[in-house]
């Protein structure tokens, strides 16, 4: 009788933990410098988690070693609901195959809260590259072995990993070159220091319409809205070719259940809103949202494939 007295007054308590939760400000991290996708997602969804929850919410951004900095920075926050980061496929995914050693384990440091978004990338060139589509840069690429650079987000990050693939599919000898995000790889290509990236369309977007980036292709199985004319990989000549990223909300491990549920619920409401869906239509992503025991269980059944897409483009872990 006083064991279950004991429970029902711990679950009373959490419940009245989580009714009166926030009442301080929320810390979202961007493990990602500012103008990427995951940190325009941070603020997005932050702005409307504030007015949801009635407390502010401050994106930090904290850059560096293919989003690990942000991550294991987050994972030693207190477990108290005062700090979720945003995560991606790349983070929960690729990384585990890339590196031998992890200054964090993804699933034993974090609780899950919600899926938030997905996106296909798009292929893009400096308008000097001397290729308009995609068979032209293959063609353009063996007449060239190793010439050719592509930039990436850093390793293992999702547009590291087209990159190689696309290597796989093609035949192709490009060389990597690695940043601190997308947006700064994008940057350079605009600049013409790169000729090529895979990238997110949201820090691709605003090149592309301003034509200082040509579209080659995008890595979805489908066309997609906001590029409805440029084709799909599959369509330009690489068979079977897919890539994809999606974004999730973590908070630290030991996160009551309760905060999680109210996070998660937010999440849910926002999604929905008619503004949200509109701004994430223009960036070129898709909505989504989950329980939170499927950002993990997505996560994990993705591995294997992501294993075999390294395994053949030959990279090993370091």
């Not at 990989?233 to 990223?245: D, F, L, R, T, W």
């Amino acid at each position: 009788m006083k064991r279950i007295l004991a429970c029902a007054l711990a679950v009373f308590a959490l419940t009245a933990y989580a009714q009166s939760y926030p009442t301080r400000p929320i810390k979202f991290v961007a493990p990602f410098p500012p103008g990427g996708s995951s940190d325009v997602l941070c603020r997005l969804l932050g702005g409307k988690l504030a007015e949801g929850l009635g407390q502010p919410v401050t994106i930090e951004n904290r850059p560096g070693a293919a989003a690990a900095i942000g991550h294991e920075y987050a994972a030693k926050q207190p477990p108290d609901g005062y700090t979720i980061v945003i995560t991606s496929s790349s983070t929960l995914v690729n990384n585990l195959y890339l590196y031998k050693q992890h200054a964090f384990d993804v699933f034993k440091d974090f609780a899950p809260v919600s899926m938030i978004a997905s996106s296909g990338q798009v292929l893009v060139v400096h308008p000097s590259v001397a290729a308009k589509n995609v068979r032209e840069l293959i063609a353009l690429a063996k007449a060239q072995p190793g010439k050719l650079n592509f930039g990436s987000g850093g390793k293992g990050i999702q547009s590291h990993i087209s990159g190689e693939m696309f290597k796989a599919a093609t035949g192709v000898d490009i060389t990597h070159v690695p940043y601190k995000g997308t947006v700064q790889s994008v940057s350079d290509l605009v600049a013409g220091q790169v000729q090529m990236v895979f990238s997110d369309m949201v820090p691709a977007l605003p090149h592309i319409r301003a034509g200082r980036l040509r579209p080659l292709a995008v890595t979805t199985r489908e066309r997609v809205a906001v590029l409805p004319d440029v084709p799909t990989m599959i369509e330009a000549g690489v068979p079977e070719y897919e890539s994809a990223v999606w974004w999730g909300v973590l908070a630290p491990k030991g996160t009551p259940a309760a905060i999680v549920g109210r996070l998660n619920a937010e999440l849910g409401r926002i999604v929905k809103l008619p503004d949200v869906q509109e701004k994430y239509a223009s960036l070129g992503v898709v909505p989504e949202h989950s329980t939170p025991a499927y950002v993990f269980e997505k996560a994990k059944a993705e591995g294997p494939r992501v294993a075999a897409a390294l395994k053949a483009a030959g990279i090993e872990p370091e």
